[in-house]
């Protein structure tokens, strides 16, 4: 179902909009796994490793388990599995804690930020490609709207905000 033009100009009824909104964002995500399926971007590291890494290396200080499952939206037992995978690749060490030495503190390595800056950039080409010749304005209001909806489901699910 699409939202149709009312007849005297007026907004489509709510439900029109979330309907149109719920459609789009099963395109949306059908196209970001078309996108991942035909990009060599994520080769050396996977989706969860390089936005794992971006966390860490943004984190004023390394976080324990738990708090870094909470800034990602995960379940703590999820998180410590791709924590362990990092520490297979080298992109990440544990250490104890000093206050507390039950609880391990998770560090990016210097080979995973160097990776994950990587990846980063070549993200950074996709979009740019992809988005090439739409003006500022759009790019600055597609920004603000993927922004307030990220807020909208760490609000809900009680994650971090990006």
Request: glycine share 6%; charged share 30%; hydrophobic share 35%.
């Given at each position: 179902?699409?939202?149709?033009?009312?007849?005297?100009?007026?907004?489509p009824p709510r439900a029109d909009l979330i309907d149109r909104i719920e459609r789009?964002?099963?395109?949306?995500?059908?196209?970001?796994?078309?996108?991942?399926?035909?990009?060599?971007?994520?080769?050396?590291?996977?989706?969860?490793?390089?936005?794992?890494?971006?966390?860490?290396?943004?984190?004023?200080?390394?976080?324990?388990?738990?708090?870094?499952?909470?800034?990602?939206?995960?379940?703590?037992?999820?998180?410590?599995?791709?924590?362990?995978?990092?520490?297979?690749?080298?992109?990440?060490?544990?250490?104890?804690?000093?206050?507390?030495?039950?609880?391990?503190?998770?560090?990016?390595?210097?080979?995973?930020?160097?990776?994950?800056?990587?990846?980063?950039?070549?993200?950074?080409?996709?979009?740019?490609?992809?988005?090439?010749?739409?003006?500022?304005e759009d790019l600055r209001l597609l920004g603000e709207m993927f922004r307030k909806y990220n807020v909208a489901v760490a609000r809900k699910h009680f994650?971090?905000?990006?």
């Amino acid at each position: 179902m699409t939202a149709e033009p009312q007849p005297d100009g007026a907004e489509p009824p709510r439900a029109d909009l979330i309907d149109r909104i719920e459609r789009q964002a099963a395109f949306l995500n059908r196209n970001f796994e078309l996108l991942h399926r035909r990009s060599e971007t994520h080769t050396e590291m996977d989706r969860s490793e390089y936005l794992m890494l971006r966390t860490l290396g943004a984190a004023p200080e390394p976080p324990d388990i738990n708090a870094l499952a909470t800034m990602l939206g995960l379940n703590p037992s999820t998180a410590g599995r791709q924590v362990a995978a990092l520490r297979r690749k080298g992109f990440a060490t544990t250490t104890p804690d000093p206050a507390d030495r039950r609880r391990s503190l998770i560090t990016p390595t210097r080979a995973g930020l160097r990776l994950a800056a990587q990846v980063r950039e070549r993200r950074r080409e996709g979009f740019a490609d992809l988005l090439d010749g739409w003006d500022e304005e759009d790019l600055r209001l597609l920004g603000e709207m993927f922004r307030k909806y990220n807020v909208a489901v760490a609000r809900k699910h009680f994650t971090r905000e990006p």
